[in-house]
């Protein structure tokens, strides 16, 4: 381990000023529209995942708890992600 102590993430200041976002927007803005923007693809990849799951292996007594188990952690992580409390 190091003996140094730990420091502080500090945003890439000077990539916003190349981009001229510093003055539009802050870099805390900017990481939760990136995370939306994440989460927006993840929402239309799991909705194809699960209607392809549901469609193809409708048999499988294991589909509606697995597809419910993984909209609870995702959702619970989102909000994490977020900031925002359940």
Do not use: C
Not at 26 to 34: K, M, R
Not at 41 to 54: D, E, N, Q
Not at 70 to 82: D, T
């Amino acid at each position: 381990m190091s003996d140094q102590p730990l420091r502080p993430f500090s945003p890439p200041t000077e990539l916003f000023a190349r981009l001229h976002l510093t003055n539009s927007m802050s870099p805390g803005q900017i990481v939760i529209w990136l995370l939306y923007s994440v989460f927006a693809f993840w929402a239309v990849y799991t909705i194809v995942a699960v209607y392809h799951w549901l469609k193809y292996s409708h048999a499988s007594s294991i589909a509606f708890p697995a597809i419910i188990l993984h909209l609870f952690i995702s959702i619970v992580l989102m909000a994490y992600a977020l900031g925002i409390t359940l």
